[in-house]
């Protein structure tokens, strides 16, 4: 019901910043929210943001609170991630799902995933 387009990955210094974008299509009009996911090799799969599709409540993980913001411009069916103050450790692939129907509903529509990489 829900395709998901990751954009805006790339390679970033210590310091920089970078500007995710999930563009999404279909029957959007369906979801309840939006979350950016990152996979570090050898790592568990990271929730690092969320947000109500057609809304502005948002939340963080504790990691990325203070540098990342996640927004939505809903006329363009597109949530954003923006990271500032990027650090070595925020590399990893950035995955964009949508959580449909309720806010207990499961994360079940995932786009292809964008690399990120920080270096020191």
């Known amino acids: 019901q829900v395709q998901l387009v990751e954009s805006g990955g790339g390679l970033v210094q210590a310091g920089g910043s970078l500007r995710l974008s999930c563009a999404a299509s279909?029957?959007?009009?369906?979801?309840?929210?939006v979350g950016w996911f990152r996979q570090a090799p050898g790592n568990e799969r990271e929730l690092v943001a969320t947000i109500r599709w057609g809304g502005d409540t948002t939340s963080y993980a504790d990691s990325v609170k203070g540098r990342f913001t996640i927004s939505g411009d809903y006329a363009k069916n597109t949530v954003y991630l923006q990271m500032n103050s990027m650090k070595p450790e925020d590399t990893a692939v950035y995955y964009c799902?949508?959580?449909?129907?309720?806010?207990?509903?499961?994360?079940?529509?995932w786009g292809q995933g964008t690399q990120v990489t920080v270096s020191s």
């Open positions: 279909g029957r959007t009009f369906s979801s309840y929210a």
């Open positions: 799902a949508v959580k449909s129907g309720s806010r207990w509903g499961e994360y079940d529509y």
